[in-house]
C-alpha cells in the first residue's frame, strides 16, 4: 500500500486510520505488537489497523519520512494527526485509539 493510497483511504474512513510501521527484527515491534492488536481489537468499531512491514515496504515507509521503528502515525481526513516513534506501552497505545 503507498503512501496515496493510505491517505485515500484515511479520507474515506469515518475513522482514524491506525498505520504502525513494523520489521519482523524489531524486538520493539515485536513487544508491542500484542498490546497494539489488543487495543485494535477492543476497539475495532472507532479505527482502523494497518501494519506495515518497513522491510517489505520500503517505499512507502521512505515516503512517510519513518527514520525509526516501530513508528505509528494517526491519519484521519487524508491527514496526519499525530506520529509516535518507540515503543509504546498497553496504556499509552489505548490513548491513540
Known sequence: ???QELLSRSRKSTRPVIVE??????TPCKMMAPALEKA???HSNSVE????NADEDQQTT???NI????TILVLSGGEEKSRHTGMLNASQLGILF
Open 21 to 26: 510501521f513494523w520489521a519482523p527484527w524489531c
Open 49 to 52: 489497523l494497518i501494519r506495515i
Open 40 to 42: 485494535a481489537s477492543e
Open 67 to 70: 527514520l525509526g521503528i516501530p
Open 1 to 3: 500500500m503507498n503512501k
Open 62 to 64: 521512505k515516503d512517510f
